[in-house]
């Protein structure tokens, strides 16, 4: 887990302090030329990878090999003894006989960053004297191979973040002598060999991101000496038993396993321990800290995504150092203990995703982390002492009542949630105090206009105050914010043209507008270019009105290529989760709710609004458009044949609008496609042949009376029954509209359109409609939308 501000992957901690150990034991640069036999070697080496050919200090004769960058030699003999090649561009692979494996006397080998590739060759065994080898970061594939076994005096072997596969030599265990042994981030499977535990000297053991499995051996409780035990994400099952003898451990990490069993109570005896990550298993029952060591270091405790239940234990306030916690998502039930408040340094407090409840005590806000969401809490306590919430997460709870003014009081607060609770009335004017980074309010009740209040939060990234009772103009003061990646306003009761200013901002990446009263045009003149980044667009039921010129969409950057997401952005959806939460879009033709949206999800919803004249043409250029809804408009013309081109289309609803001629073949070709709506427009024509349409549902298709080739989709009785005998006088656009109206009848509210029923019912001919099919049918229809 990464957390702002710290770094979890304990494997980060470790760092070359061995080596530097190592390095200043050994002798300075030899006064005297090297071995010749030596020289010869390097030179060999050399013309094998290219290396410092063209670069200051190259390699050649002329000078004293023991002066060479990256080679020292021994004193006294002028043996190399040690190679340093770091992050050199070596590109190529290490062959069984290289010239490298004739350097008897190494001591320590560094290739670590140097784009090696292919497997490891045996020969590296040959090497008897290396003390330290650092292979990491490279492209090395294959095997560990057995022969690394005879390295009897090896202490620092590091082979991490390489492509190894297959299993931990059991050899390995021969490593009397071994300190540092990192295997982290590779291939390997099967479980570790309990030879390993042999390695009574070992201080560091770093087996993180590979697939082993099984249990850890039981002879590991002879690793005495171990500082850090690292085995996150992997697939481990189950622990020894008892663990109070690893008595110098001071990082234990095992989270992104399938650990079962009980908490490990053994574990917190150790008086060294600082770090422990058991996040991401299956441990089960309570959690007690009674055998705690009265001198207990520990600072950082990670238990999230369990199944531990039961309350929060007043024993916890014996770990008096604790900097994190981490209890969220398990099943802890009660009140949180007033004894926590002798926790003084602590600073992240998670309890996300529990079945906690009552008051939240005042001693919280001195913290600068607080993550409180998805429990039952309904009530504040509030702190006369001096407050350091930075980060406050207050969503999914029982919260009632106005906004809570205390929060105001809030100085350096930067991150807020407060969503998915009972809050009313409005929202304070005194939020303008903040810089805010993330202010989410969605899903409450509150009501009145939107405040100003963003004229200082110029590091906003995200706003959600969507689903309230919000009503006046979109914010003008947002213009402050050009740092906004996510803007969501949707199900409020905001009436104002569309913020084409927004365009401008650099990083913006999802607008939803969905379920307002904007109006008016989308494009205006001055508008040349804009929303470079935006992925997400969603301005579905509201009155916008007019046409799209052709080149709309033509700076819409990110929906025709896919770009890098920043890793600092990354990192913030990572840690809360919220920034894309409960965003609501027609996918694939059902609307759901998106925890979170994948990085490469692209859309466009413009819906239930009054657009008219021609799709634009640059909408053919969005190549990596998933989603495309343009349904219950005033489109007109043929359905364009530049639709073709978007082929990473998933779901394309052109439905309720006045398209004519035919569908074009070739969007049967569309290999993603998986949802089509065509219903109800004037089309005409063969259906497409593609699997992608003979899989599509009738309704997908009906109000076309000239459309045919539907008898494999809808059935031989459906298609005659349509092209029976209509009622007397009937012209062609009433015989349209009994279409759409049968077809409202037939298949309920949630597949018809809703803006045709209106038009329906301002129609001269709407008490035709209304007797010929039952006024309360329609009128439930049209008020269901």
């Given at each position: 887990?990464?957390?702002?501000?710290?770094?979890?992957?304990?494997?980060?901690?470790?760092?070359?302090?061995?080596?530097?150990?190592?390095?200043?034991?050994?002798?300075?640069?030899?006064?005297?030329?090297?071995?010749?036999?030596?020289?010869?070697?390097?030179?060999?080496?050399?013309?094998?990878?290219?290396?410092?050919?063209?670069?200051?200090?190259?390699?050649?004769?002329?000078?004293?090999?023991?002066?060479?960058?990256?080679?020292?030699?021994?004193?006294?003999?002028?043996?190399?003894?040690?190679?340093?090649?770091?992050?050199?561009?070596?590109?190529?692979?290490?062959?069984?006989?290289?010239?490298?494996?004739?350097?008897?006397?190494?001591?320590?080998?560094?290739?670590?960053?140097?784009?090696?590739?292919?497997?490891?060759?045996?020969?590296?065994?040959?090497?008897?004297?290396?003390?330290?080898?650092?292979?990491?970061?490279?492209?090395?594939?294959?095997?560990?191979?057995?022969?690394?076994?005879?390295?009897?005096?090896?202490?620092?072997?590091?082979?991490?973040?390489?492509?190894?596969?297959?299993?931990?030599?059991?050899?390995?265990?021969?490593?009397?002598?071994?300190?540092?042994?990192?295997?982290?981030?590779?291939?390997?499977?099967?479980?570790?060999?309990?030879?390993?535990?042999?390695?009574?000297?070992?201080?560091?053991?770093?087996?993180?991101?590979?697939?082993?499995?099984?249990?850890?051996?039981?002879?590991?409780?002879?690793?005495?000496?171990?500082?850090?035990?690292?085995?996150?994400?992997?697939?481990?099952?189950?622990?020894?038993?008892?663990?109070?003898?690893?008595?110098?451990?001071?990082?234990?990490?095992?989270?992104?396993?399938?650990?079962?069993?009980?908490?490990?109570?053994?574990?917190?005896s150790i008086p060294s321990l600082i770090a422990v990550d058991l996040e991401d298993n299956h441990f089960t029952g309570?959690?007690?800290?009674?055998?705690?060591?009265?001198?207990?270091?520990?600072?950082?405790?990670?238990?999230?995504?369990?199944?531990?239940?039961?309350?929060?234990?007043?024993?916890?306030?014996?770990?008096?150092?604790?900097?994190?916690?981490?209890?969220?998502?398990?099943?802890?039930?009660?009140?949180?203990?007033?004894?926590?408040?002798?926790?003084?340094?602590?600073?992240?407090l998670g309890l996300s995703n529990n079945k906690l409840e009552g008051e939240i005590p005042g001693w919280l806000w001195?913290?600068?982390?607080?993550?409180?969401?998805?429990?039952?809490?309904?009530?504040?306590?509030?702190?006369?002492?001096?407050?350091?919430?930075?980060?406050?997460?207050?969503?999914?709870?029982?919260?009632?009542?106005?906004?809570?003014?205390?929060?105001?009081?809030?100085?350096?607060?930067?991150?807020?949630?407060?969503?998915?609770?009972?809050?009313?009335?409005?929202?304070?004017?005194?939020?303008?105090?903040?810089?805010?980074?993330?202010?989410?309010?969605?899903?409450?009740?509150?009501?009145?206009?939107?405040?100003?209040?963003?004229?200082?939060?110029?590091?906003?990234?995200?706003?959600?105050?969507s689903g309230n009772q919000l009503e006046g103009k979109f914010p003008n003061s947002l213009i402050n914010c050009k740092?906004?990646?996510?803007?969501?306003?949707?199900?409020?009761?905001?009436?104002?043209?569309?913020?084409?200013?927004?365009?401008?901002?650099?990083?913006?990446?999802?607008?939803?507008?969905?379920?307002?009263?904007?109006?008016?045009?989308?494009?205006?003149?001055?508008?040349?270019?804009?929303?470079?980044?935006?992925?997400?667009?969603?301005?579905?039921?509201?009155?916008?009105?007019?046409?799209?010129?052709?080149?709309?969409?033509?700076?819409?950057?990110?929906?025709?290529?896919?770009?890098?997401?920043?890793?600092?952005?990354?990192?913030?959806?990572?840690?809360?989760?919220?920034?894309?939460?409960?965003?609501?879009?027609?996918?694939?033709?059902?609307?759901?709710?998106?925890?979170?949206?994948?990085?490469?999800?692209?859309?466009?919803?413009?819906?239930?609004?009054?657009?008219?004249?021609?799709?634009?043409?640059?909408?053919?250029?969005?190549?990596?458009?998933?989603?495309?809804?343009?349904?219950?408009?005033?489109?007109?013309?043929?359905?364009?044949?530049?639709?073709?081109?978007?082929?990473?289309?998933?779901?394309?609803?052109?439905?309720?609008?006045?398209?004519?001629?035919?569908?074009?073949?070739?969007?049967?070709?569309?290999?993603?496609?998986?949802?089509?709506?065509?219903?109800?427009?004037?089309?005409?024509?063969?259906?497409?042949?593609?699997?992608?349409?003979?899989?599509?549902?009738?309704?997908?298709?009906?109000?076309?009376?000239?459309?045919?080739?539907?008898?494999?989709?809808?059935?031989?009785?459906?298609?005659?029954?349509?092209?029976?005998?209509?009622?007397?006088?009937?012209?062609?656009?009433?015989?349209?509209?009994?279409?759409?109206?049968?077809?409202?009848?037939?298949?309920?509210?949630?597949?018809?359109?809703?803006?045709?029923?209106?038009?329906?019912?301002?129609?001269?001919?709407?008490?035709?409609?209304?007797?010929?099919?039952?006024?309360?049918?329609?009128?439930?229809?049209?008020?269901?939308?």
């Amino acid at each position: 887990m990464m957390t702002q501000g710290h770094c979890y992957s304990f494997s980060c901690i470790i760092t070359i302090y061995y080596f530097s150990l190592f390095i200043h034991s050994l002798a300075s640069p030899s006064l005297h030329l090297c071995r010749h036999d030596q020289r010869d070697s390097l030179l060999e080496f050399r013309h094998e990878f290219s290396i410092y050919e063209s670069k200051p200090n190259p390699w050649n004769k002329s000078t004293d090999c023991c002066f060479w960058k990256g080679v020292t030699c021994d004193d006294k003999f002028g043996q190399v003894i040690s190679l340093n090649l770091r992050s050199t561009f070596l590109n190529s692979s290490l062959n069984t006989n290289s010239s490298l494996f004739r350097l008897q006397y190494l001591r320590s080998l560094d290739l670590s960053g140097c784009n090696l590739q292919g497997e490891i060759p045996s020969s590296l065994g040959n090497l008897s004297r290396l003390i330290y080898l650092e292979l990491s970061s490279n492209r090395l594939v294959g095997e560990i191979p057995a022969s690394i076994g005879n390295l009897k005096y090896i202490r620092n072997l590091s082979l991490g973040y390489n492509d190894l596969t297959g299993e931990i030599p059991t050899l390995l265990g021969n490593l009397s002598n071994l300190v540092d042994l990192g295997l982290l981030h590779n291939h390997l499977v099967g479980e570790v060999p309990a030879s390993i535990g042999n390695l009574n000297k070992l201080r560091v053991m770093s087996f993180e991101n590979n697939s082993l499995s099984g249990s850890v051996p039981i002879s590991f409780a002879n690793l005495t000496n171990l500082s850090f035990f690292i085995l996150n994400n992997n697939n481990f099952t189950s622990l020894p038993f008892g663990m109070s003898g690893f008595k110098n451990l001071v990082t234990f990490d095992v989270s992104e396993n399938s650990f079962v069993g009980p908490f490990p109570k053994s574990l917190f005896s150790i008086p060294s321990l600082i770090a422990v990550d058991l996040e991401d298993n299956h441990f089960t029952g309570s959690i007690e800290f009674t055998n705690t060591s009265s001198s207990s270091t520990l600072q950082y405790l990670l238990l999230t995504n369990n199944r531990l239940d039961g309350s929060i234990p007043e024993s916890l306030s014996q770990l008096h150092n604790l900097v994190m916690l981490d209890l969220a998502n398990n099943n802890f039930s009660g009140r949180i203990p007033r004894s926590m408040s002798k926790l003084v340094s602590l600073g992240y407090l998670g309890l996300s995703n529990n079945k906690l409840e009552g008051e939240i005590p005042g001693w919280l806000w001195r913290l600068s982390s607080v993550m409180l969401s998805h429990n039952s809490f309904s009530s504040f306590e509030e702190s006369s002492k001096e407050t350091m919430i930075q980060v406050l997460d207050l969503s999914s709870n029982s919260f009632g009542g106005t906004f809570p003014l205390w929060i105001c009081k809030l100085e350096w607060l930067n991150f807020l949630d407060m969503s998915n609770n009972l809050f009313n009335g409005s929202i304070p004017s005194c939020l303008r105090h903040f810089d805010l980074t993330q202010l989410i309010l969605r899903n409450n009740n509150f009501s009145g206009t939107i405040p100003d209040i963003f004229s200082n939060t110029t590091n906003l990234q995200s706003l959600d105050i969507s689903g309230n009772q919000l009503e006046g103009k979109f914010p003008n003061s947002l213009i402050n914010c050009k740092a906004l990646h996510f803007v969501n306003v949707e199900s409020n009761k905001i009436k104002d043209t569309f913020p084409s200013w927004l365009g401008s901002f650099p990083s913006l990446r999802v607008l939803i507008l969905r379920s307002n009263k904007f109006y008016g045009p989308l494009y205006h003149r001055n508008m040349s270019s804009g929303f470079q980044s935006l992925r997400i667009i969603d301005i579905s039921y509201n009155g916008f009105t007019g046409t799209l010129p052709s080149h709309f969409f033509s700076s819409w950057l990110q929906m025709i290529s896919l770009g890098v997401e920043s890793d600092e952005y990354m990192e913030d959806i990572q840690n809360f989760s919220l920034v894309y939460s409960s965003m609501e879009m027609v996918n694939k033709g059902v609307e759901m709710s998106f925890e979170r949206i994948r990085q490469d999800f692209r859309a466009i919803d413009f819906s239930a609004n009054k657009f008219y004249g021609k799709v634009p043409e640059s909408i053919g250029s969005l190549m990596e458009l998933r989603l495309l809804n343009l349904s219950s408009n005033a489109f007109t013309s043929d359905i364009p044949r530049f639709l073709e081109n978007l082929t990473n289309l998933e779901a394309l609803d052109l439905s309720c609008n006045k398209f004519s001629g035919q569908i074009p073949q070739d969007l049967g070709k569309l290999s993603f496609l998986s949802y089509v709506n065509f219903s109800h427009n004037l089309l005409r024509g063969p259906l497409p042949r593609g699997t992608q349409f003979q899989r599509q549902k009738c309704s997908s298709f009906l109000g076309n009376r000239g459309l045919y080739g539907l008898e494999d989709i809808c059935g031989e009785t459906h298609v005659s029954n349509r092209t029976s005998q209509l009622p007397e006088g009937m012209s062609e656009e009433e015989e349209t509209m009994f279409n759409w109206v049968a077809a409202a009848i037939a298949y309920g509210p949630g597949v018809f359109c809703g803006l045709v029923i209106g038009y329906i019912f301002t129609s001269h001919n709407h008490e035709w409609f209304a007797q010929k099919f039952g006024g309360k049918k329609l009128r439930a229809t049209t008020s269901a939308r």
